[in-house]
Every structure is written in structure tokens, then in C-alpha cells.
């Protein structure tokens, strides 16, 4: 597998710092108010904003440390900005919308949560039913089932705690010494991760099954630091409010799987959900999310399982129509983004938000 023309989807990178030395200089100089009215006049757009956990980082935190969208206080602060200075939405609202019901309000926003992780229970839900703010929480189902850690977790989980000097993973092509150093194991699982990306499902699951087996540690119970929901807690959040969408079964890249199992995915997911939910969910996020997590084979099986709408995680702002209400932008969170470039990013997002770099595959 050449690197040589390779660039890793996400999000951090040197343009991220650039972007929020401005955000500093442009609320310092009043500027985020001004733009915020101007734009909200000049487009009538969605932001859509994406997290994946809220809690504090402890300095042993042995998972993907980059999941963490923010701390609870910065959650508070960001959401009580979102409630006073724009419309917060559902995705009930973007669906009527789209169907020809009544337009979303100018400065809209909806704030989305990936994957299932329980602090979104603990500490997410508290502070948005506290602020008024709905949320739409894309769970996979198969983990809320089971318990069990994430797959692409427990991957980062074994780097960052295994024995030895030395990582060898050769399906990747990696050879590196492994250092002891935490925060250094942190960002080489970041790499791991990028790289396995590139495979398809099955190779994917090879390379975590074998990891597992050199580490003598196979993924078979729960882990205080890793835990999903529970489908009791997600009822509680639908009562609070909240809306509960699907993000697969077992958080496999869409479009990585052969037809069949990709149909059973979907399918699954929403049957799960209608099931314990007692309704079909309407919404979907791809998981990974990038333009090679999702194509025009998944976009045929959300749409064949009731799903009316489905968001991507590539950087940027949609405005919801017929040809895009599969394939919707968002605005990713993450916990390196503090208060201001927050108002700077939700003010405007073409100017402060995190750029996507995409994942290219050599030909």
C-alpha cells in the first residue's frame, strides 16, 4: 500500500491553528456578531454541528483521546451560546423542511452525536435539557446492544497500553518503535487509525483481530472508559426531547461492505431502533463519515429503509435540498476548539471551522 499519494482524511492540521488565531482577533475586535447577522442575512443555510463525547481527559485516558469533543464546562458554554445567539433545530424540522412544510429559520443550527458513547447520557443530556438545546444522538445499534467497546477503539486501546518497544502491524505497513510515553502512543494510534481506513471491511476487521490476538486481549466485555448507552438511557433522552437516529450496527464504513452485508447493516440498524424505540428512526449519519464511508449504494439502502434524511462527515454547511438530503454537511467539534473559536466557527463556518482533508487512493 504506496503512501506516496496519499492524503489522511480529518480535520487537525496547521490551517486549524491559523483558523483560530483569527477567530481570537476577530472576537477581539467585535467582529463575530457583525458577521453572524450578516451572513444570517445574506444565506438561509444549516449548521450542523458534530461531537462525539463530552468529559474531562484523565492523564491515563488509555482511548482515542480525539473523540472527545469537549469538556463539560465547554459543552455548557457552547450550547448556552447556541440557545441565545441562534435557532437551535431538530432533525424532525429538516425533514418537514424538506418535505415542503415550513422553512428553518435563518441561523439555524441542529447539534448531532455520533456513535453512542454513555457520557452522552451523563453529561451531554443534562446540560442541553438544562439549556433547551435538542440534540440528535446517531447510535450504533449492535453496541447498544452489547456493551462492547467500539472496534477502532479497542484498537486505539491496545496501542496505547501494550507492552513491548516496538509496534509491527504489517498489513499496514508499520514498523515503528513504540514509546512509552503517553500522549506519544496517543498520536501514533491516530496514524494506525488513518491507515486502516484505507482497507476494505474485511481487512479492516483482520488487522483488529489480529492485534487482539498478538496482545492476548480480545474484546469481550465492557470498559468503564468505552462504554455505549443503554437503550433504557436512550428512551429517557427521546422523552427528554432528544431525537435518536442510526449510525449502523457494528460502526463499519458504509460503503466498505460487499451489497448483502451493507443491506443487513442498514437494516438492522433500523429495526433496532424501531423495536426499542417504538418509530422508525428518520435520520442517519455514515460512520467515519468521509466521501469513501459512503456512496451511491448506501445512499439507495438508507433511503430503502425509511431513513429520510443522512449526514456525512465531511467539513461545511448545507443547505438542505432534494439532491443533498442524503449527503449533508456538518461541522465538526473538537476539544482543541475553545469558546471563542467556537463563536468564530458557528458565526462562520467557511472562515473558522475545521477544513476536511480527503482520504486519496493511489490508481
Given at each position: 500500500?504506496?503512501?506516496?499519494?496519499?492524503?489522511?482524511?480529518?480535520?487537525?492540521?496547521?490551517?486549524?491553528?491559523?483558523?483560530?488565531?483569527?477567530?481570537?482577533?476577530?472576537?477581539?475586535?467585535?467582529?463575530?456578531?457583525?458577521?453572524?447577522?450578516?451572513?444570517?442575512?445574506?444565506?438561509?443555510?444549516?449548521?450542523?454541528?458534530?461531537?462525539?463525547?463530552?468529559?474531562?481527559?484523565?492523564?491515563?485516558?488509555?482511548?482515542?483521546?480525539?473523540?472527545?469533543?469537549?469538556?463539560?464546562?465547554?459543552?455548557?458554554?457552547?450550547?448556552?451560546?447556541?440557545?441565545?445567539?441562534?435557532?437551535?433545530?431538530?432533525?424532525?424540522?429538516?425533514?418537514?423542511?424538506?418535505?415542503?412544510?415550513?422553512?428553518?429559520?435563518?441561523?439555524?443550527?441542529?447539534?448531532?452525536?455520533?456513535?453512542?458513547?454513555?457520557?452522552?447520557?451523563?453529561?451531554?443530556?443534562?446540560?442541553?435539557?438544562?439549556?433547551?438545546?435538542?440534540?440528535?444522538?446517531f447510535v450504533s445499534t449492535g453496541h447498544i446492544d452489547s456493551?462492547?467497546?467500539?472496534?477502532?477503539?479497542?484498537?486505539?486501546?491496545?496501542?496505547?497500553?501494550?507492552?513491548?518497544?516496538?509496534?509491527?502491524?504489517?498489513?499496514?505497513?508499520?514498523?515503528?518503535?513504540?514509546?512509552?510515553?503517553?500522549?506519544?502512543?496517543?498520536?501514533?494510534?491516530?496514524?494506525?487509525?488513518?491507515?486502516?481506513?484505507?482497507?476494505?471491511?474485511?481487512?479492516?476487521?483482520?488487522?483488529?483481530?489480529?492485534?487482539?490476538?498478538?496482545?492476548?486481549?480480545?474484546?469481550?466485555?465492557?470498559?468503564?472508559?468505552?462504554?455505549?448507552?443503554?437503550?433504557?438511557?436512550?428512551?429517557?433522552?427521546?422523552?427528554?426531547?432528544?431525537?435518536?437516529?442510526?449510525?449502523?450496527?457494528?460502526?463499519?464504513?458504509?460503503?466498505?461492505?460487499?451489497?448483502?452485508?451493507?443491506?443487513?447493516?442498514?437494516?438492522?440498524?433500523?429495526?433496532?431502533?424501531?423495536?426499542?424505540?417504538?418509530?422508525?428512526?428518520?435520520?442517519?449519519?455514515?460512520?467515519?463519515?468521509?466521501?469513501?464511508?459512503?456512496?451511491?449504494?448506501?445512499?439507495?439502502?438508507?433511503?430503502?429503509q425509511g431513513f429520510r434524511v443522512a449526514f456525512s462527515y465531511?467539513?461545511?454547511?448545507?443547505?438542505?435540498?432534494?439532491?443533498?438530503?442524503?449527503?449533508?454537511?456538518?461541522?465538526?467539534?473538537?476539544?482543541?476548539?475553545?469558546?471563542?473559536?467556537?463563536?468564530?466557527?458557528?458565526?462562520?463556518?467557511?472562515?473558522?471551522?475545521?477544513?476536511?482533508?480527503?482520504?486519496?487512493?493511489?490508481?
Open positions: 500500500m504506496s503512501r506516496d499519494s496519499v492524503v489522511v482524511y480529518g480535520h487537525r492540521s496547521a490551517a486549524g491553528s491559523r483558523r483560530h488565531r483569527l477567530a481570537q482577533r476577530a472576537h477581539a475586535w467585535g467582529m463575530l456578531p457583525i458577521m453572524r447577522t450578516v451572513r444570517g442575512l445574506l444565506r438561509r443555510d444549516l449548521r450542523v454541528l458534530a461531537y462525539h463525547r463530552v468529559r474531562e481527559i484523565p492523564a491515563d485516558f488509555a482511548f482515542d483521546s480525539a473523540l472527545v469533543s469537549a469538556t463539560p464546562e465547554g459543552f455548557r458554554a457552547q450550547m448556552r451560546h447556541v440557545g441565545e445567539r441562534f435557532h437551535p433545530v431538530t432533525c424532525r424540522e429538516v425533514v418537514d423542511a424538506l418535505d415542503g412544510g415550513a422553512a428553518l429559520p435563518r441561523n439555524a443550527v441542529l447539534v448531532t452525536f455520533d456513535d453512542g458513547y454513555d457520557d452522552n447520557h451523563a453529561v451531554a443530556f443534562p446540560i442541553l435539557r438544562d439549556l433547551g438545546v435538542p440534540a440528535t444522538f456493551g462492547m467497546p467500539y472496534a477502532y477503539d479497542w484498537l486505539a486501546h491496545l496501542i496505547v497500553t501494550m507492552a513491548g518497544t516496538r509496534l509491527h502491524i504489517p498489513e499496514l505497513e508499520i514498523d515503528l518503535p513504540l514509546p512509552a510515553d503517553h500522549a506519544a502512543r496517543q498520536a501514533i494510534t491516530g496514524m494506525v487509525l488513518d491507515r486502516l481506513k484505507y482497507l476494505d471491511d474485511a481487512g479492516q476487521q483482520a488487522v483488529i483481530d489480529a492485534l487482539q490476538s498478538r496482545c492476548g486481549r480480545p474484546r469481550r466485555a465492557a470498559h468503564a472508559d468505552c462504554r455505549p448507552m443503554t437503550w433504557a438511557q436512550l428512551r429517557e433522552m427521546r422523552d427528554g426531547g432528544m431525537e435518536i437516529g442510526g449510525h449502523g450496527v457494528h460502526h463499519r464504513m458504509l460503503a466498505k461492505l460487499p451489497d448483502e452485508a451493507l443491506a443487513a447493516e442498514v437494516a438492522e440498524c433500523q429495526a433496532r431502533l424501531t423495536a426499542e424505540l417504538g418509530t422508525p428512526a428518520i435520520a442517519l449519519s455514515y460512520p467515519v463519515g468521509g466521501p469513501d464511508a459512503y456512496d451511491a449504494r448506501v445512499i439507495e439502502a438508507v433511503r430503502a465531511v467539513s461545511g454547511v448545507s443547505t438542505p435540498d432534494q439532491d443533498n438530503r442524503y449527503h449533508l454537511l456538518r461541522v465538526p467539534v473538537e476539544a482543541d476548539v475553545d469558546e471563542r473559536w467556537f463563536q468564530g466557527i458557528v458565526a462562520a463556518p467557511e472562515v473558522f471551522s475545521h477544513a476536511s482533508t480527503l482520504r486519496v487512493y493511489p490508481s
